[in-house]
């Protein structure tokens, strides 16, 4: 169960002291810049898709299982499965973002609150009523 | 980037030809048992949650990066990216299901259309509105 990266983030924000806890809460635009391999994979993406990018927090920490919510010591420690902590022992991170244009094998998305580097690993279209699948 | 499941499905669903395309499409309620070693990431998850659960799709083809949206081959090929095609460079699934029971390390789960067997690699809330986070 090896993941690849299919594309790293490019962003403003470099450290983890900068990142909003979500994407709705103030995170920057940001480029999300595709391997060449995955050209096909990634034809279909245009502007104004709503998606879900997958991310590797390349700089968590696997062994934790308990944080304080939001790392608010005023809440109790709480199991990391019931919160989006990135600690936790398979650091992939969920964002839901808009397309706002597509350069080549380059996405301009807003809202995301991944640090500069971040690897991508997956793509997702947000799926919608059945009626719209 | 090495993932490890943290749980198997345990359901009636044996075979892809008798999968839904997604959970909300007539999955049905299967169990999700976890391994000992995560536990405390466990602890606070409880009957009424709504929950994302993050599988490992082990017996999809990575190097397909284009299908026919649905296998419905009047639409044309598209890429992955764009589609929930287990099918993808690296085969994550994304499944939103309600927590009917906890059992200790077990979790009864609504329409869950992965099959038997199915390493899950992490779980998180489904997040709702700022002020409640």
Partial sequence: MQLHPVARVESSLRDLADAPRQGDEGAPDAWVVFD???RAALADVKAGDELILITWFDRAD??????????DTSRPPT??????SPDRPNPLGLHRVTVLAVDDLRLHV???EALDGT???DVKPVIGDISDR
Same sequence: chains 1, 2.
């Fill in 36 to 38: 060449e391999s995955v």
């Fill in 62 to 71: 696997r062994d934790v299982q308990k944080v304080h919510p939001r790392s």
């Fill in 79 to 84: 199991g990391v499965f019931s919160t989006r």
């Fill in 110 to 112: 807003n809202n995301l």
């Fill in 119 to 121: 690897p991508i690993v």
